[in-house]
């Protein structure tokens, strides 16, 4: 998620005056405005507490479906599971389809060294990546080397056919930082980091000299002949790399773990000369819908404004999705299910967004806001979850110029041992990425990121093969299930329309004139077509 700068910060147990039509639930004083007492929000604590739904959702999404790449089979099923959970809390919901994706299935991949030793090697093949057709190939590695400029890459290009060809930078240590730090000297440390950062620096000019970038070069060797494209993306966590997507069309891309990868590199910049064998079951499938999840649980006097429960539902397929965004949904999902439960007749109608292929651009929900400019229009508040499993303690106004009338107001409704973790500032920037928020924060409305404690969300899980059921902090989901039933409660009584009024942002010093508000994005709608 994007850092702001903190404009104005306000603890959250201030005193403010409650004036809200409870329908029947009249909020009980007891000893100041800090301590008011909603029996909806009472309610929603000991669901959330005695009856929570969580750990059951989590293994059935992550461990039984999955992760959820846009464009694959996995994910179709997962829209299938969510509708039918939400149709069994009586909640109406919908798959809504925005566009197409390439259709994709990840299957097994065996890769091996073979030659000068025999080892299985840890490694996996990137998201839409093609596979061997059925059979196991076998070559020697070679690793991409310095060039002076892009005619001396041109010129040594033929050396790659028919090998698997290295083309990521060997890392000095797979050590975290962490462990260096604790155990390292002043010195060693020191020596570290300007090694890795002038190999870092070093690799960079490596890869430019070539005339192409990372994106493009795998796509010139696969022309060249090459059999395979092998790397490695650290995530600066043990055995935790980031898995993206591949960009080869014919031949396979696969990561090996930097243990591995390392291995081999050596071995090959010694002469060795390794051989790898490969057998990597992946398939092309017909082109899939690319769709977003909507429920809706009506609104009785506001039918026409909106409180929007937000969350991505895609995640690449590196692991299970587990904290990218399966907790995010998973905190939807259940708040979603209490609020039916405790509060079936909202004052304005709650609705819950799962997004598809917000991975490649927050594509989901800005086909929302482009196809449904009347929801847009009557948003009361977006409250979206996005960065991992920990309990929400950040919370900023996105440049609303008034948000803290209405955010402060609806946080005295949220229980002291929830809110004591939040900081708030504001009126704060506008987001123009990061998560699903930003789509509606440039169409003008008023959406919030809920941005949660860390527990190394960056190295450990954020888009890796270890982000798996097993990180989830099931007690801090809890906390933010409450967190998120609560607003959305507090939200929906409030008689007041929420402002959208909006702070007249900083001067841009290349015009001497004010920034611009972002405008919205128009989403891509044919993923991997084209």
Do not use: C
């Not at 924060?441 to 960056?458: R, T």
Request: aromatic share 10%.
């Amino acid at each position: 998620m994007r850092k702001f700068k903190k404009l104005l910060v306000f603890p959250l147990a201030f005193s403010l005056t409650i004036a809200v039509a409870q329908r029947g639930n009249a909020p009980q004083f007891r000893g100041g405005a800090s301590q008011i007492k909603y029996p909806i929000v009472e309610a929603i604590v000991k669901e959330a507490n005695e009856n929570s739904q969580l750990e059951q959702l989590a293994h059935e999404l992550l461990d039984g479906i999955g992760p959820r790449l846009v464009g694959t089979p996995e994910m179709q099923q997962a829209g299938d599971w969510a509708i039918e959970k939400f149709k069994s809390w009586g909640i109406e919901a919908h798959s809504e389809k925005w566009g197409e994706w390439r259709g994709w299935q990840r299957g097994p991949a065996h890769i091996d060294m073979i030659y000068p030793r025999v080892k299985s090697l840890e490694g996996m093949q990137l998201a839409w990546s093609p596979g061997t057709n059925g059979k196991t190939i076998t070559a020697e590695t070679i690793i991409l080397p310095y060039f002076q400029d892009s005619l001396a890459f041109q010129k040594w290009l033929p050396e790659v056919k028919g090998k698997f060809v290295m083309i990521s930078m060997m890392q000095p240590t797979g050590r975290p930082d962490k462990n260096w730090e604790e155990y390292g000297t002043k010195e060693s440390i020191d020596k570290m980091n300007r090694e890795r950062d002038s190999l870092t620096r070093a690799w960079q000019k490596r890869i430019q000299n070539t005339g192409h970038t990372s994106r493009t070069l795998p796509v010139a060797l696969e022309k060249a002949g090459a059999l395979g494209i092998i790397t490695n993306n650290w995530s600066k966590a043990v055995g935790a790399d980031k898995i993206f997507g591949a960009y080869t069309k014919k031949i396979p891309t696969v990561n090996l773990s930097l243990e591995d990868y390392g291995l081999v590199y050596r071995l090959t910049q010694s002469g060795k000369k390794p051989k790898l064998s490969m057998k990597i079951e992946s398939k092309d499938l017909p082109v899939a819908p690319a769709f977003n999840i909507i429920a809706a649980i009506k609104g009785v006097e506001k039918p026409d404004e909106y409180v929007i429960l937000s969350a991505h539902f895609d995640s690449w397929d590196g692991a299970s999705g587990a904290t990218d965004n399966g907790t995010g949904t998973l905190t939807m999902m259940e708040a979603a299910r209490i609020l039916k439960k405790v509060y079936p007749n909202p004052k304005r109608t709650i609705l819950v967004g799962l997004w598809g292929s917000e991975e490649q651009g927050l594509n989901g929900s800005r086909a929302f806001v482009e196809d449904h400019p009347e929801i847009v229009a009557n948003i009361q508040a977006v409250f979206n979850q996005d960065n991992g499993t920990g309990r929400v303690t950040s919370l900023q106004g996105q440049g609303f110029l008034h948000a803290y009338e209405y955010l402060g107001r609806w946080l005295t409704y949220v229980p002291r041992e929830v809110r004591q973790h939040i900081e708030t500032s504001f009126p704060g920037y506008p987001g123009t990425g990061g998560s699903d928020f930003a789509s509606f924060v440039m169409a003008g409305a008023p959406a919030f990121s809920l941005s949660s404690l860390s527990w190394d969300y960056g190295t450990i899980t954020w888009h890796t093969n270890r982000d798996t059921y097993d990180k989830i902090v099931f007690d801090d989901l809890r906390n933010n299930v409450i967190l998120t039933a609560a607003l959305a409660y507090a939200a929906s009584e409030d008689p007041a329309k929420s402002s959208r009024e909006k702070i007249v942002l900083p001067i841009d010093p290349s015009t001497g004139k004010p920034r611009e508000w972002p405008k919205p994005v128009s989403p891509t709608r044919r993923g991997g077509l084209d």
